[in-house]
């Protein structure tokens, strides 16, 4: 838009505003198939006009995602040329015609599940960003103004592209679907992005919270995030006895189920009488062994979680803008190193988030 600006201001009067967005040029990184760390393709494209109803965003920021990892590497197909990546942060640049939420300069942020607004989805309305649609592995995005929200006060707009998956899995595990309550106990697996919002929202609230990884320099970090109780899992593979032991044998009200096949087994019977499991990952798998007699023994209630509706996400950033919880951010890569990014989650080096600076 600058740019454009420039131009008018140069001379180029037989330019029309139209034909602005013909000049401008961006940097992207769009996805061939059939997928691959080595078809990330890094170039040049024009920079999109938003049309009616939509506003153009610079971005600023985005972050990786274990499910961003899964469409860079061709297990989740898309199409050839998809511009990758679900989370996004930046500044709005221009609106298009009838956009009343908006300003030029305000800070917003994706919404994954774009076209889930508000109440129960339905299927037509969960349209992955990044996968169905294009992301924001962008140096600007046009985008329709219901499908981003304000960036929490405070929030710079690396921490606050950390947030539309992650982060709002993790809120609504706890908070929405959970219930959380002050003096319960959390269970969290690994030290992801979702497994490590979900301890410091635990305990923002007050809750008690049990760590598990196979890295006791991992579970270190986890401890001085404010984790109660760390359990090394290759050392201790039958860790839900474990939870039961450290917990007087009651077990804890809420896990955070990230890993999938091989750790849900160990999640039913680290999980209280009445406890709850939020369902997130599969990180291990996608199927695999299930004690259905411990599961209505138990009365475990059981939630899959997949983000969550454009709503609940205002009613994360709203909360967060009054809280001290600030994203973990390990690493940080530049969107033409976008490739080495993804090698260094695959290889499982970061605790909490790796942010792509755009």
């Not at 992301?135 to 304000?150: H, I």
């Not at 209280?272 to 209505?296: C, D, Q, T, Y």
Request: proline share 4%.
């Amino acid at each position: 838009m600058k740019r454009a600006l420039r131009l008018q201001r140069a001379g180029a009067g037989a330019i029309t505003q139209h034909d602005w967005w013909t000049v401008l040029r961006m940097k992207q990184v769009q996805l061939a198939t059939p997928g691959g760390l080595s078809n990330l393709r890094y170039g040049s494209a024009a920079v999109p006009e938003p049309g009616p109803g939509q506003v153009l965003v610079r971005v600023a920021a985005s972050s990786l995602n274990y499910h961003d990892l899964l469409v860079a590497e061709g297990a989740i197909p898309v199409a050839d040329g998809r511009v990758i990546l679900s989370d996004g942060a930046g500044v709005v640049e221009a609106l298009g015609a009838g956009v009343t939420c908006w300003q030029p300069g305000d800070p917003v942020m994706s919404v994954c599940f774009h076209q889930w607004q508000q109440g129960r989805p339905t299927r037509e309305q969960l349209r992955f960003v990044g996968e169905h649609d294009d992301g924001f592995a962008s140096e600007y995005v046009a985008v329709s103004e219901d499908a981003l929200t304000a960036v929490p006060a405070g929030y710079s707009l690396a921490e606050a592209a950390t947030l539309p998956c992650a982060g709002l899995t993790a809120w609504r595990a706890l908070v929405t679907e959970g219930r959380l309550q002050a003096g319960e106990s959390v269970l969290v697996q690994g030290t992801g992005g979702v497994s490590v919002f979900a301890l410091q929202f635990a305990r923002a609230a007050g809750a008690r919270v049990i760590a598990t990884s196979s890295s006791d320099e991992k579970l270190e970090k986890m401890r001085q995030l404010g984790a109660d109780e760390l359990i090394n899992y290759r050392s201790t593979p039958e860790w839900g006895k474990e939870v039961l032991r450290r917990t007087g044998q009651q077990g804890v009200d809420h896990v955070i189920e990230v890993g999938g096949a091989s750790t849900f087994r160990q999640s039913v019977v680290a999980t209280r009488m009445g406890g709850h499991i939020a369902m997130i990952g599969i990180l291990s798998g996608a199927s695999g062994e299930i004690n259905l007699p411990s599961i209505f023994y138990k009365q475990i209630r059981i939630s899959g979680i997949a983000m969550a509706s454009r709503a609940v996400q205002e009613e994360m950033v709203a909360h967060l803008g009054t809280s001290q919880v600030r994203p973990l951010i390990s690493d940080e890569f530049p969107l033409r190193d976008i490739a080495a990014a993804f090698a260094h989650q695959r290889a499982q080096k970061h605790v909490g988030k790796i942010s792509i600076a755009c």
